[in-house]
T-cell receptor, first 113, second 113 residues
Framework: DADVTQTPRNRITKTGKRIMLECSQTKGHDRMYWYRQDPGLGLRLIYYSFDVKDINKGEISDGYSVSRQAQAKFSLSLESAIPNQTALYFC????????????FGPGTRLTVT | GENVEQHPSTLSVQEGDSAVIKCTYSDSASNYFPWYKQELGKRPQLIIDIRSNVGEKKDQRIAVTLNKTAKHFSLHITETQPEDSAVYFCAASRAGGGNKLTFGTGTQLKVEL
């Protein structure tokens, strides 16, 4: 089945470390998104990409960077992790066609100690 | 930017009763309003969506209503079942703006036997 996958699924890291979260999709979608989920705050958009050459900041991009290595791959990096970046991170994809539905990956639970 | 408020944050109903979750949005240019369901430990999944050219949409036990003048939309679940227990998120976007979703903060629905 066409799907959205994320690696790793769980990660514990220390303050100041660099960490990369990876997202891959086999849906053939051109649009990809990174969100973080915190209790009581819902899902907030970090970065989004409409195609390989198009990267845009979302509402909470400070402290994060992204790379769109191919249409199917979109990575999120924390250059110097801090404890308040502890959260559940979701990647999502959508098609630029008629459907506006976003398909989410299984999530990465990141803990920064 | 867009701001989406969602109420209530928790909702407890008896099996078979109806549940209503309400959201308001701030950007009058928003024209796409999806609802996502997130079961414990799982990814968010789209359950129903509505576009601004429609006032109501129904899919079996689930319906969504939209009032563009008041800038609010609601999710209605009838004949609730235990498997409806989950967190529900509303969202809003301008479909022409790359479908950047702004999410509400979520409603924890518990259906009691």
């Amino acid at each position: 089945d066409a799907d959205v996958t994320q690696t790793p699924r769980n990660r514990i890291t220390k303050t100041g470390k660099r960490i990369m979260l990876e997202c891959s999709q086999t849906k053939g979608h051109d649009r990809m998104y990174w969100y973080r989920q915190d209790p009581g705050l819902g899902l907030r958009l970090i970065y989004y990409s409409f195609d390989v050459k198009d990267i845009n900041k979302g509402e909470i991009s400070d402290g994060y960077s992204v790379s769109r290595q191919a249409q199917a791959k979109f990575s999120l990096s924390l250059e110097s992790a801090i404890p308040n970046q502890t959260a559940l991170y979701f990647c999502a994809t959508s098609d630029s066609g008629v459907s506006y539905e976003q398909y989410f990956g299984p999530g990465t639970r990141l803990t920064v100690t | 930017g867009e701001n989406v408020e969602q109420h209530p944050s928790t909702l407890s109903v008896q099996e078979g009763d109806s549940a209503v979750i309400k959201c308001t949005y701030s950007d009058s240019a928003s024209n796409y309003f999806p609802w996502y369901k997130q079961e414990l430990g799982k990814r968010p999944q789209l359950i129903i969506d509505i576009r601004s050219n429609v006032g109501e949409k129904k899919d079996q036990r689930i319906a969504v209503t939209l009032n563009k003048t008041a800038k609010h939309f609601s999710l209605h679940i009838t004949e609730t079942q235990p498997e409806d227990s989950a967190v529900y998120f509303c969202a809003a976007s301008r479909a022409g703006g790359g479908n950047k979703l702004t999410f509400g903060t979520g409603t924890q629905l518990k259906v009691e036997l």
